[in-house]
Structure formats: structure tokens, C-alpha cells
């Protein structure tokens, strides 16, 4: 199809420097009206920057790009945005004592004879959102909203912009199966539309649904180009990671029948979900699977004190450890790797070292007594074990995302729990990342520690988990063994 | 070196605060002013006429203002002591005349010169203020008489417990004691002798009384804004309105019929004597340990040459 | 994703060998400014007069310390000025009044200051009243009750000693006042680095829901440093009535201001997570310098309140400057 269309944007020979570090290393890239590019690569390939040089926000150190025949170099993402470029960011930057509709038009409201032309705003975004198949009306405040309808908030933002171009970066890292097929149906139609679409995923899978060509990176060059969406996902890894990968999900061993973690008829003080009860054995992963919406994250943070509790309870080993709070809960072994790490799991502006000291108060100073050194080689002794990328002091956010999660499971991992709970511990991270968090859940299983995954990734649920509990709407739809668990019995109960 | 110094001045603190200073004659040179709150026109009156007759003789004057903070004025005495000033003109601050800074400079030998408040336990080597239970008998006297002898009075006072609150209120309540059929039917206290304080109070008051012939504010800025209050309320009867300290901004307002009387304290004559009693002292001569200056009841027929030169 | 690959290859310099965090900045402004009014006074570089400077921190160094704890937590605390007058009045009303023994008077109004500090910290927490309101109406709450004591008079005549523990230096140089503050720096400063319940301030501060999944009992710190600066503002208010050798309720007024600039000038932020007590000490000298100084110079005392304010601005705005750029 490429042929009978002409590239809207070209980039060539683009290279960027930070000094003498060379991180772009001459970079050619078409993008064709119509036309969905999918660029891959592990964290540090360079697409973010391939991203930031093509709006504006970072300038090449040398090379041309050209936008829709004439040559383009824009100084800001203000200039950018005219040209007529849209950027989806992956963190959501909506206002959240605004309206839907006033997050969409921000800085560009509709006005009539100088006042903001309220109805016409809200005409204009509902007309948006329902496009998007979204269910909500348009002057609803932001502030409650889910990640993912947040998302396709953000979503319907840049259309109203008449973009023709649009970057999207991991649009679908909050979105649940159901929410990603709408924004696909939207993707199909923009493409249909002839927008030329930049799509920056880690999810393979949804990549091969969604692209029309893919361009792998690897360590600032295009290392591969596919011309057709359809590859084999082990392709595509082995081209990402530039060896061949064995597997992509460790092998999990079976497990006996001693049961040694036990929820019964647990019911959510915030109505998010009703009596829910399952057993899980000794060293078995147990997943938790459902759409987004359905408790799940409320069921985990219930469990791990995170959230108040109305009724049922919770054992361990055959005590009753149902708990009042995080704290009480980590004393009881039960610790929660939370869902969004920026503002759950670590505090960004602190070091590492710190980050790691926060969880793990008791060991680091049992005389409530601490000093830097104690925290320091705590924190070094850790960080070695997660095979963390990075040194004690360095702050939190100087890292990328898959660091950040090593850091957050050293961080949780370092109490030496009996049961762990992680919740979308593989979001927006990296392929190699991620097959190392593999790795380290099947260290903790096989220690005989259970281990409780909550994942909006179906195949990472179905690829790890021994059983499956399946949530709908607040309840416990099912539980699944791993052999007749598979994405059809999944989305069977999850849609009950 | 200087440990010597202050620990000569801790012990000669510990052994008395009283004892009068050695009187070795000198020539001043060298005199520090620590005024109260130079927001208040009084003390700004105060502080500009000592700088200018300081300039006149010769002087080198350095002043701190503690705007209203007693703290402040300690910390700030202690740093005027520590440039070898030789005389101290002391305008306490705060509610309590504090005596710290009184026994910090009669430890170091240094003169002090107090206007307007006088600290308990610890007075100054002279002590300058107006006749202020004379000069409030005198103008509450005068607007006894203005009303006929009847009616009903409201009043403002200043800051509660300061001397001049005190002070006035007991010569005015002298005066009443002449005139049985002026009734006080109100009384508030402000907390910074400010006219918008002035202003809310003698509000509120007027709402509850609206018969009141008399409202008196103890301090011009109080008056002022009392005024605003009557002229806002727009009530059927004639209210004599009066002050006290003759403020230059309330000279004007009197002139231009703003209120109706105030008591002009001689704060430019207040400066001048401070820093002759300060010249006297440092070269061992005697001062009176008290020098009242009576006001003078201003009202708009003699209010003309003060407006020309504030006494 | 460069830095990560880079990494900060410095190792943990000297300065965070002392903890002073952001606050090398601000030291390097009280060096320069000591150093400019040794040379422009005659009198600034003295024994005496640095004494004397002590001397005048004492108040605002006790205040600061607890108020570098909220700041820390992310919290402000309006209330310290006016639980200062309400500890003094406390204090002067039992011994003086029902000619109760000092020290034990002085115990009772610490204990007042608690209970102050105690329903502030409630209010957050309990009926989550954003801190800025909780303490504004307690600011209002406490200076009120301090009027009412004494209807608003002041107390004087309290025993000589009472003073002198404000004037006598011992061993040349400590005032028991100076020497009170100097073990509450300490204390804070062993706190905030050496026990578990100080680094919990700073994971509080950073992100509050990252601490109470950490297991960090959020409430509880947030009432206890609430009470915490509530006794110190107490304290310092014991202090001050030491060094005036008497009590009045209008004492204290806006010394929330001089006390939050202080451990702002010293490299806190106000949004939590960073400070120190060893920047805060560096903040409250720099005020304690600036007054000095500026009456040293007999600079004129409206164009005092220009300067000290110009220095606040430039402090912080130099600090954001250089956490830009690093």
C-alpha cells in the first residue's frame, strides 16, 4: 500500500549528541498517510527521542526531516502541534477539578463574543467521546475517572486538534481488552481517515492487530524493518533484544496442596467488590484476572490493608491476619508491589537507597536507630540481588521504568515476605525487563512464597499464573486451573 | 578580649540594675534611638524630630525600630550597645514598657532617656511624656461643655494596660465626675491604636447605641476613623467627635472640620528635650527624673500654627 | 534513558556528609554575607556581638526546628506565634498569679502547648482540615485563650533567676537560653538522620501514599509533629519570657512568618520531602545575621524590612535556580 501513497513525514539522517554520547545514530523513518508505523524497541533504543525530535520538544544535532514535501524543523511543540502533529503521552496530564470537556479544549476553548462558549464546548467533546464509544457525559469532572478512561479522554483531546499526524505512546498501558478494541475501532477509522499513526507499544501481541509496518530500534539505530504487521512475536522479540530468546515465560512448576493463604468472603468498605474467597498453596502463583473496573486492584489493596475492609476475613497459615493497615499487614508477611509505581511505589525525588529503606525500617535499624552506611549497604545488598540497573544514591526518577519496578520489588521483596502481591507488575516496561520480573516470580515460588499477580495483560496472566481468579463487575466470576485457563475462557467469565 | 566585657556586664547586671550612672563628664557623640513602631505617626514624629535635631548638633544617631514587638526590641538594644553608644533614647514597645533593655544599658554604663512609657522596676535616667491625666481632663472637660453638660458617650481606648491608655482614661473619668448627666454607654479597647480599628469598633458601637452624642478615640488615628464611622451612619443628632496626640495628618482633618477637638502633644519638643537631656546626662549634669510636658487642646480655631510648625 | 545508562559518577559529596542537603547554597550566602559586615562594621566580628546574635535566635531557632518537621511532612504550621504567647501567659498566670513553683509552671504550659499542637494534628488528620486552615484557626484559637487569661495584661516580677538565665554566660559564652537551643538543634538534627521515626518524615513528605504502603503509620507521625513544634513554639515562648523578664499575650505576632522563612532559606521545600536541620539552622542564622547586621550598618529600618525580604526571594530563587540545572 505504501506506494500509492506519499510520506506526509520523512526523517532523514537523524542524529542527536548530548555531548560526546552519541544516542541517535542517523535515523530514516517514513511515515505515509493511512498508515500505522509501529516503533519498538527495549527502553533506551532511542524511540522516545525519535518521538520528542518529531515534535518539537528536543532539536536534532544534525539531519533533515521533511513534512508533507516542505522541510520541517520545528523549535517547539507549539510549532509542532500547528503543522498539524499530535502527541499522546503515556503519563496522563489531564486537570482534575476541570471537566472532560474542558480538559479536551484546554487553552483552545470555543468562545463566543469573548466569554468560553460553554455549550458548544460540551456539544463539541460529548460529539468526541462518543465517537469513542465512551459512556460519559462531557461535563464530568476528570477527578475519579479510570486510568483508562482518562486515557481515551486524552485520546479524544489530540482529535479534536485534526492532527495528521499522531504519536501515541503506549496508549494501551492502562486500558483494559475491551477498552484497547474501542481505541483500535478509533485507530482503524483515523487510518481509514488517511492519518499517519506512530505507535509505540510494548505489547506485541496488540501490535500485530494494529501496525502496518513496524521498525524495530536497538541502542539509537533502526536495526530492522518489517513491511507488514503480521510478524511472529518471537521475531520481533529477537529483533528487539538482538539474540534469540528461548521462551517468553519461564517454566512454573506445579504445586502441592497445602493451602497457606486464605481470603474468605472478603467484602470491600468501598463497595468495589462483594465476597470474594479463595486459598492459595504454597508457592503457587495465583492470578487475577478481569476487565478494567472489575476490583481488582480494590481486591488486592483490600487484602493488603491499602483499603478498609466491611466484612470477611483473611488467613495465613491457618491465623487470622485480616489487617487495619499496609503496616499491619507487612508485619504479617503480606506485602503489595502497588499498580502504579510513580505514585504508589516509590518517592521519585528520593534516592534509591532511601526508597529501599522506607519498606524495610525493621531491618535496616532494629533499635529504631539508623544510620546512611546501614541503609546505604542494606540498599547495595538488594539492589545487586534485583539486578537493579543503577547505584544507591541515584534518585528514584533518574531511572527508567523497568528500574524503577526492580526497584520497587527490591524494595518490598528486602522484608522477606510470606506472600506477595503484584499488581500490573510488568507495566509499560521493557521486554528484558520484564522477562527478568519473570524470573524473580519464579525465585519467590520456588521458595515456597505465594505470589498473587494482578495483570490487564491476559497472556502475562495466563503465561504465569498456576490458577486464575476471575473478576466481573465486583465479583468473583471464577476460578481457573491452569489447563483449562486459556484468553477464550478468560474474557468468557470476565464478560459474565 | 571582649568575653572579659560581657562578663564584666553579666556580673555588674547581677550585683544591680539600679545603680545610677557614673557621672564622668563627656561630650556625646555617639546616641542610638529605639523607637516602639514607626507606623504610628506619634513615634514617627518622635523619631523625625530627634533626627533632625541630631543633624543640627552634630550627632551620629542610629535608630531601630521594633515594630511593636518587645523581642525585637530587646535584640535591637543589645546591637546598639555593641556600636559604643553613648545615650539611649528608649520608646518601649509592646504592652509592657520591658525593663531589659534599661538594666542591658545601665550595665554598660550608658544613659537612658525613656519617652512616653517608663519601664516598672527598671526607669530611666529620666523619663519624658506628656501630662497625659492632666491633658485628658482638660479635652474631655472641653467636650462636656461643647454637648451641655448631657449625653451619651461612646469610647475607643487604645492598646489595653499601655501607660497612655491608662493614663488617659483616668483623667477623662476625672473630668466626668463634674458632669453626672454624660453617660459612657460603650467602651472597646483596640489592640493597635490603627484607624480602621477605630472605624469597625466605633461601628459596631453606633449600632447599638444610636443615641450617642460624644465618641471619643484616645488616639487621633482612632478618632479619624470614628469619624468615618459617624459620617457613614448618617444619624439625625450633631456627634462631637474627639481625639488625642495631634498627628499631623489629624491637624489637617480637624482644620478641614474631619472631628472636632485633640489634645497636641509636643512631640517635636519630646525629640529636641530627649536629646538635650541625653547631651546633659553624658557630660554629668542633672536631669529631672521626671519632665512632663502638658498638651495643648487643639481644636479648628487654633489649629492654624500648628499645622505651620508641629510644636 | 541516558542517565541511566551514565549514571552520576560523583561519588556522595562532603556536604551530604553534614546533611545540609539543599542548603550549601544559602551557607555560601551567610559566609559572604559575615564576611562583607566584618569588613563594613567595626563591631560585627566581635566576641560580644556574636554572642549577641545567639542570644537573638534563640527564639526563632527553637520554633524552627519543629517547624522544619511539618514542612517536611509537607505540612505549614500558622499556629506557632500565638502558641508561643499562650505558653507564656500559662506559665506566668500559674507562678504569678496562683503563686505556683516556676518549673512546674513551666511543665504545665508545655503541656497546654501539647494539647494545642495535639488538636491541630487531629483536625488533619481525623476530619482531614488541610493543614494551612487547621493552624490558621488554631493561630486564632491560641492567641485568643492568651488575651483571656489576663484580659489581656501583661505579667512582670518573676524570680531573679528567671532572667539570668537569659543574661549570665557561662563559661563566657553559653546563656542557659543559647545552650537550650544548641540541644534542640542537636536533638532535631540526630532525629531527622539517626532514627527510623525522622527518615519516616521524609518518606511521609515525599509521597504520602507511598509511606502508608510502606507500613509507615502516617497518621500518628502527623500528630506527633504537630505536638512536637507545638512544645517547642512553647518552649520558645518560655525562653522569651526569660529574656524580657516578663509574659504578655501579644507576643509572637507573625513570628510564623520569620519561622517558615527560615526553614525555607534553608533549602526546605514546602511541598515536602527535602530539608534538614542543618539548613534550617543555616536559614535562621542568615535572618539572625541580616538583623544584626543591618542595625550594625544603621541601615534606616524601612529599607531593613526591603532587604530582609529581597534575601528570602533570592535564596529560594537561587536554590530552584540550581536544582534546574544539576
Known amino acids: 500500500m505504501a506506494e500509492v501513497k506519499s510520506p506526509i513525514l520523512s526523517l532523514r539522517q537523524i542524529k542527536k549528541s548530548y555531548g560526546p554520547l552519541q544516542i541517535l545514530h542517523g535515523i530514516d523513518l517514513d511515515i505515509h498517510e493511512g498508515e500505522v508505523v509501529a516503533l519498538l524497541g527495549e527502553n533506551g533504543a532511542g524511540k522516545s527521542t525519535v518521538s520528542n525530535i518529531i515534535c518539537g520538544t528536543i532539536r536534532p544535532s544534525s539531519g533533515s526531516m521533511t513534512w508533507r514535501g516542505a522541510e520541517y524543523a520545528p523549535a517547539n511543540p507549539r510549532e509542532a502541534i500547528d503543522s498539524g502533529l499530535g502527541l499522546i503521552h503515556q503519563e496522563l496530564r489531564l486537570l482534575p477539578h476541570l471537566t472532560i470537556a474542558e480538559n479536551v479544549f484546554v487553552g483552545r476553548w470555543p468562545k463566543s463574543r469573548g466569554q468560553i462558549d460553554r455549550k458548544a464546548m460540551e456539544r463539541k467533546a460529548q460529539e468526541q467521546l462518543e465517537r469513542l464509544g465512551l459512556d460519559l457525559p462531557a461535563n464530568r469532572k476528570v477527578e475519579g475517572l479510570s486510568t483508562a478512561n482518562q486515557q481515551l479522554v486524552e485520546i479524544a483531546k489530540a482529535l479534536t486538534l485534526n492532527a495528521r499526524l499522531l504519536i501515541l505512546d503506549e496508549p494501551t498501558a492502562a486500558l483494559g481488552d475491551a477498552e484497547t478494541e474501542l481505541l483500535f475501532k478509533q485507530i482503524d477509522r483515523l487510518r481509514a481517515d488517511g492519518v499517519g499513526i506512530i505507535y509505540i507499544s510494548h505489547r506485541l501481541e496488540e501490535i500485530r492487530r494494529i501496525a502496518d509496518r513496524i521498525v524495530v530500534m536497538r541502542d539509537g539505530a533502526k536495526v530492522q524493518e518489517f513491511d507488514k504487521g503480521d510478524v511472529p512475536v518471537r521475531t520481533i522479540v529477537e529483533s528487539m533484544v538482538g539474540r534469540e530468546l528461548g521462551r517468553m515465560f519461564p517454566h512454573f512448576p506445579p504445586v502441592g496442596d497445602d493451602v497457606t493463604f486464605e481470603v474468605k468472603d472478603l467484602t470491600s468498605a468501598l463497595d468495589a467488590f462483594h465476597d470474594v474467597s479463595f486459598k492459595v498453596h504454597k508457592g503457587e502463583v495465583f492470578g487475577i484476572a478481569g476487565l478494567v473496573g472489575a476490583g481488582r486492584t480494590e481486591l488486592v489493596r483490600a487484602i493488603t490493608g491499602a483499603d478498609p475492609i466491611s466484612a470477611g476475613s483473611i488467613y495465613l497459615d491457618g491465623k487470622d491476619v485480616t489487617p487495619r493497615s499496609p503496616g499491619q499487614s507487612i508485619r504479617n508477611g503480606i506485602v503489595l508491589v502497588p499498580e502504579d509505581r510513580k505514585l504508589q511505589g516509590l518517592v521519585l525525588e528520593h534516592s534509591i537507597s532511601e526508597n529501599i529503606g522506607y519498606a524495610n525500617m525493621k531491618a535496616v535499624a532494629p533499635k529504631k536507630w539508623v544510620s546512611k552506611k546501614a541503609i546505604d549497604s542494606f540498599a547495595a545488598a538488594n539492589i545487586h540481588r534485583f539486578g537493579v540497573k543503577g547505584q544507591g544514591h541515584q534518585n528514584a526518577d533518574e531511572m527508567s521504568g523497568g528500574n524503577q519496578q526492580k526497584v520497587v520489588l527490591a524494595k518490598w521483596l528486602a522484608t522477606d515476605p510470606k506472600v506477595v502481591v503484584l499488581d500490573e507488575p510488568t507495566r509499560g516496561i521493557d521486554v528484558g525487563a520484564r522477562s527478568s520480573i519473570y524470573d524473580i516470580i519464579v525465585e519467590l515460588s520456588a521458595k515456597g512464597i505465594c505470589v498473587i499477580v494482578v495483570s490487564s495483560d491476559l497472556e502475562e496472566v495466563l503465561g504465569v499464573s498456576n490458577r486464575i481468579l476471575v473478576m466481573a463487575e465486583g465479583r468473583q466470576a471464577g476460578i481457573l486451573d491452569r489447563a483449562n485457563a486459556n484468553d477464550v475462557s478468560v474474557m468468557e467469565l470476565a464478560t459474565s | 578580649m571582649k568575653l572579659k566585657h560581657s562578663l564584666f556586664a553579666a556580673a555588674a547586671i547581677v550585683a544591680t540594675a539600679l545603680t545610677p550612672v557614673s557621672s564622668s563628664a563627656a561630650e556625646l557623640q555617639k546616641l542610638g534611638l529605639a523607637v516602639a513602631n514607626l507606623q504610628a505617626n506619634f513615634f514617627n514624629q518622635i523619631k523625625m524630630s530627634v533626627e533632625a535635631y541630631s543633624k543640627e548638633k552634630g550627632l551620629e544617631l542610629i535608630i531601630v525600630d521594633a515594630k511593636g514587638d518587645s523581642a525585637t526590641q530587646v535584640s535591637q538594644v543589645q546591637d546598639l550597645l555593641t556600636q559604643d553608644i553613648q545615650a539611649l533614647i528608649y520608646v518601649p514597645a509592646g504592652a509592657a514598657a520591658a525593663a531589659v533593655p534599661t538594666r542591658l544599658a545601665h550595665a554598660q554604663g550608658v544613659p537612658v532617656i525613656n519617652i512616653d512609657r517608663n519601664p516598672e522596676g527598671a526607669p530611666g535616667d529620666t523619663f519624658i511624656a506628656s501630662d497625659s491625666v492632666a491633658s485628658a481632663k482638660e479635652i474631655c472637660n472641653y467636650a462636656f461643655e461643647q454637648v451641655g453638660g448631657k449625653g451619651t458617650m461612646l469610647i475607643v481606648h487604645g492598646q489595653k494596660g499601655t501607660t497612655p491608655e491608662v493614663d488617659r482614661t483616668k483623667g477623662c473619668m476625672e473630668a466626668k465626675e463634674k458632669f453626672p448627666d454624660i453617660t459612657i454607654a460603650s467602651e472597646q479597647y483596640s489592640q493597635m491604636w490603627s484607624q480602621d480599628e477605630g472605624f469597625q469598633i466605633t461601628q459596631n458601637m453606633l449600632q447599638a447605641h444610636s443615641d450617642a452624642t460624644i465618641v471619643w478615640g484616645q488616639a487621633d488615628a482612632l478618632a479619624l476613623g470614628a469619624a468615618q464611622a459617624v459620617k457613614v451612619a448618617n444619624l439625625p443628632q450633631d456627634i462631637f467627635v474627639f481625639g488625642f496626640d495631634g498627628d499631623t495628618a489629624a491637624l489637617e482633618a480637624l482644620r478641614d472640620g474631619v472631628f472636632d477637638a485633640t489634645s497636641t502633644q509636643r512631640t517635636q519638643y519630646f525629640g529636641r528635650l530627649a536629646v538635650d537631656s541625653a547631651i546633659k546626662l553624658v557630660a554629668g549634669e542633672e536631669v529631672p527624673k521626671l519632665q512632663l510636658l502638658p498638651a495643648t487642646l487643639t481644636t479648628k480655631d487654633n489649629v492654624g500654627p500648628f499645622i505651620e510648625n508641629h510644636p | ?326
Open chain 3, 1 to 326: 534513558m541516558i542517565s541511566v545508562a551514565r549514571g552520576r559518577t560523583s561519588s556522595p559529596s562532603v556536604s551530604s556528609l553534614f546533611s545540609l542537603g539543599g542548603a550549601t547554597g544559602p551557607l555560601i550566602g551567610l559566609l559572604l554575607l559575615c564576611a562583607f559586615l566584618s569588613f563594613a562594621t567595626d563591631s560585627f566580628f566581635t566576641a560580644r556581638n556574636l554572642l549577641n546574635v545567639l542570644d537573638q535566635i534563640t527564639v526563632l531557632g527553637i520554633m524552627a526546628v519543629g517547624m522544619t518537621f511539618v514542612i517536611l511532612i509537607g505540612g505549614i504550621d500558622l499556629s506557632v506565634g500565638s502558641i508561643l504567647a499562650l505558653s507564656m501567659m500559662v506559665m506566668g498566670y500559674l507562678s504569678n498569679e496562683l503563686g505556683m513553683a516556676l518549673p512546674l509552671a513551666i511543665v504545665i504550659a508545655l503541656f497546654a502547648s501539647a494539647a494545642a499542637g495535639a488538636v491541630t494534628g487531629l483536625l488533619i488528620t481525623e476530619f482531614s482540615v488541610p493543614a494551612f486552615i487547621s493552624t490558621l484557626a488554631m493561630m486564632s484559637v491560641a492567641r485568643g485563650l492568651a488575651n483571656m487569661i489576663t484580659d489581656g495584661q501583661q505579667i512582670v516580677g518573676f524570680p531573679g533567676w528567671f532572667n539570668l538565665l537569659a543574661i549570665i554566660r557561662h563559661g563566657g559564652f553559653l546563656t542557659v537560653t543559647v545552650g537550650l537551643m544548641l540541644i534542640v538543634f542537636a536533638a532535631g538534627w540526630i532525629f531527622l538522620r539517626n532514627t527510623t521515626g525522622g527518615r519516616c518524615l521524609y518518606a511521609i513528605g515525599g509521597n504520602q501514599e507511598v509511606a502508608r504502603l510502606a507500613g509507615i503509620n502516617v497518621r500518628l507521625s502527623t500528630i506527633l509533629v504537630y505536638i512536637t513544634s507545638a512544645v517547642l513554639s512553647g518552649l520558645a515562648g518560655i525562653v522569651l519570657a526569660a529574656r524580657l523578664d516578663s509574659v504578655q499575650p501579644s507576643s509572637g505576632v507573625s513570628y510564623e512568618l520569620d519561622t517558615i522563612a527560615a526553614v525555607v532559606i534553608g533549602g526546605a521545600s514546602l511541598s515536602g520531602g527535602t530539608g534538614g536541620i542543618a539548613g534550617t539552622v543555616i536559614g535562621v542564622l542568615v535572618i539572625g545575621v541580616l538583623r544584626n547586621g543591618l542595625n550594625l550598618l544603621g541601615v534606616s529600618p524601612f529599607t531593613q524590612q526591603v532587604v530582609i525580604g529581597v534575601v528570602i526571594a533570592l535564596a529560594v530563587a537561587a536554590e530552584v535556580l540550581k536544582k534546574k540545572k544539576g
